[in-house]
């Protein structure tokens, strides 16, 4: 496969829908980001990467950070996370808070930012220096010491994040936040504002790809189950309300964010991610789905 030439292919076809879409304002410093950015990058599992555009530009990776808060509060709980929170697909936004009231705290899946929170108290709860932790984490899965905390973005979103702060009340109100709420919000508007290229996201899912073993360093990050089934969360839940959709156009795994992004992996071949910051009315990537979809139609690749 000539990965650059499926690139450049992508990239031509997606650029009508470049600057289409809107920017995330309720996060202000997020709607600061030109919309005219697009890049993607692919990372295989024989050791080779390919990029286009702005890959190497780093951008507020946002919900994506939810699939590496998840590896770590699998690894501190196992399987009884699960108690915590559910496995199923909302259909609703990703910031609602409708369904936890019928369901008694208990948020529906890890990856709407009500399981989030969640998982952020998890986190918290094993280990004080969380955050410090996740980002040990993703250097080492992306091999950049250099990845950080955008505190401006973390800033920004603190200041206007009342949605996440009722969420993390009312979730509380049912027993299901142990941690102070000032301190899980603080690890998540933290984790959420990490700041990676589609180079660095490419590199850190690898992984997901390959049965939860680092193809670089050959140590086996998590176990093969888990990554199947980190997987197959990204498929049914890793798009909120528009994850239905996502299998049907793209057929694989992904995990997008409010800052653009969108990382996907190709189980047993290759793990790519793609970046432009105009989101579709969901909060996806519109050029960024876009591009996906191209990308699988393109190669044939598909988990189904
Ligand atoms: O909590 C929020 O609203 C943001 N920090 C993250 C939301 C997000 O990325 C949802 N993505 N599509």
């Given at each position: 496969m000539d990965f650059d030439a499926v690139l450049a292919r992508v990239a031509e076809d997606v650029r009508p829908l470049v600057r289409q879409g809107t920017v995330a304002s309720y996060i202000p410093r997020l709607?600061?980001?030109?919309?005219?950015r697009f890049g993607m990058a692919i990372a295989t599992l024989d050791g080779r990467q390919f990029s286009i555009g702005d890959a190497d530009t780093a951008f507020s990776i946002q919900s994506i950070s939810k699939v590496f808060s998840l590896s770590m509060a699998l690894d501190a709980l196992g399987g009884d996370l699960w108690e915590r929170v559910g496995?199923?697909?909302?259909?609703?936004?990703?910031?609602?808070?409708?369904?936890l009231e019928n369901e008694r705290g208990?948020?529906?899946?890890?990856?709407?930012n009500a399981g989030a929170l969640v998982v952020a108290d998890v986190v918290l709860s094993e280990r004080p220096d969380g955050l410090q932790a996740l980002l040990d984490f993703v250097r080492q899965r992306a091999d950049n010491?250099?990845?950080?905390?955008d505190a401006d973005v973390a800033a920004s979103e603190a200041a206007a994040g009342y949605r996440n702060a009722a969420l993390t009340n009312f979730i509380r109100s049912f027993?299901?936040?142990?941690?102070p709420i000032e301190a899980v919000l603080d690890f998540y508007f933290k984790q959420c504002a990490i700041a990676m290229s589609c180079e660095d996201l490419a590199q850190a899912f690898l992984h997901q790809a390959n049965?939860?073993?680092?193809?670089?360093?050959?140590?086996?990050?998590?176990s093969p189950i888990r990554a199947r089934r980190i997987n197959s969360l990204m498929l049914t839940?890793?798009?909120?309300?528009?994850a239905g959709d996502f299998a049907f156009q793209v057929g694989l795994p992904a995990k997008s964010g409010v800052g653009g992004g969108i990382a996907a992996v190709v189980p047993g071949v290759l793990a790519l991610a793609v970046w432009s910051p105009g989101l579709d009315e969901r909060g996806n990537s519109l050029a960024g789905a876009a591009a996906l979809a191209r990308f699988t139609e393109i190669t044939g690749w598909s988990i189904f």
């Amino acid at each position: 496969m000539d990965f650059d030439a499926v690139l450049a292919r992508v990239a031509e076809d997606v650029r009508p829908l470049v600057r289409q879409g809107t920017v995330a304002s309720y996060i202000p410093r997020l709607a600061e980001v030109p919309i005219d950015r697009f890049g993607m990058a692919i990372a295989t599992l024989d050791g080779r990467q390919f990029s286009i555009g702005d890959a190497d530009t780093a951008f507020s990776i946002q919900s994506i950070s939810k699939v590496f808060s998840l590896s770590m509060a699998l690894d501190a709980l196992g399987g009884d996370l699960w108690e915590r929170v559910g496995r199923e697909p909302s259909g609703s936004p990703y910031n609602s808070l409708v369904q936890l009231e019928n369901e008694r705290g208990i948020p529906r899946n890890p990856f709407i930012n009500a399981g989030a929170l969640v998982v952020a108290d998890v986190v918290l709860s094993e280990r004080p220096d969380g955050l410090q932790a996740l980002l040990d984490f993703v250097r080492q899965r992306a091999d950049n010491p250099a990845i950080a905390v955008d505190a401006d973005v973390a800033a920004s979103e603190a200041a206007a994040g009342y949605r996440n702060a009722a969420l993390t009340n009312f979730i509380r109100s049912f027993g299901n936040i142990q941690q102070p709420i000032e301190a899980v919000l603080d690890f998540y508007f933290k984790q959420c504002a990490i700041a990676m290229s589609c180079e660095d996201l490419a590199q850190a899912f690898l992984h997901q790809a390959n049965a939860g073993r680092c193809r670089r360093t050959g140590t086996q990050v998590i176990s093969p189950i888990r990554a199947r089934r980190i997987n197959s969360l990204m498929l049914t839940c890793g798009t909120y309300d528009a994850a239905g959709d996502f299998a049907f156009q793209v057929g694989l795994p992904a995990k997008s964010g409010v800052g653009g992004g969108i990382a996907a992996v190709v189980p047993g071949v290759l793990a790519l991610a793609v970046w432009s910051p105009g989101l579709d009315e969901r909060g996806n990537s519109l050029a960024g789905a876009a591009a996906l979809a191209r990308f699988t139609e393109i190669t044939g690749w598909s988990i189904f």
